[in-house]
């Protein structure tokens, strides 16, 4: 069996990094932070970390793989997230119903803003766990 626990971002600026991922997904260090590494865990919830690595990298766009967030009022989530840093990303492909607004952190690591304000997960289950 396997599980997804930690998803790894190549970094350049690991204080600025940390401080935009802790705030835009409302995570707190697992760990006391080295000098090219730190792990942000969920603040309460069973959600997988996400680890940044400060070390060099080639961009490479469309990137490879990227994460997806829910949002559960997409338009807010998009605001604050810009007001943090990130910027949204243009792309004349994207279908006119598309549920996702693709973004980038301020290093230019791309991620997308999925509506979704009925998902199941915004409600905790009776085990504490949320659903996919």
Not at 55 to 72: K, N, T
Not at 78 to 89: F, K, N, P, S, Y
Request: charged share 35%; glycine share 4%.
């Amino acid at each position: 069996m396997l599980k997804i626990v930690s998803i790894v971002i190549r970094v350049r600026d690991l204080s600025t990094q940390a401080r935009f991922w802790t705030a835009a997904l409302d995570y707190v260090e697992r760990d006391p932070r080295e000098d090219d590494w730190v792990i942000l865990k969920p603040r309460d919830a069973d959600a997988p970390c996400i680890a940044l690595d400060a070390q060099p990298s080639e961009r490479v766009l469309p990137p490879r793989i990227h994460l997806d967030i829910y949002a559960e009022d997409q338009s807010a989530e998009i605001r604050r997230l810009t007001e943090l840093g990130a910027r949204e990303v243009p792309w004349d492909r994207r279908p006119a119903d598309a549920d996702y607004v693709i973004m980038e952190d301020p290093e230019g690591n791309r991620f997308c803003v999925v509506d979704r304000p009925d998902w199941a997960g915004w409600t905790p289950t009776r085990g504490g766990g949320s659903q996919a």
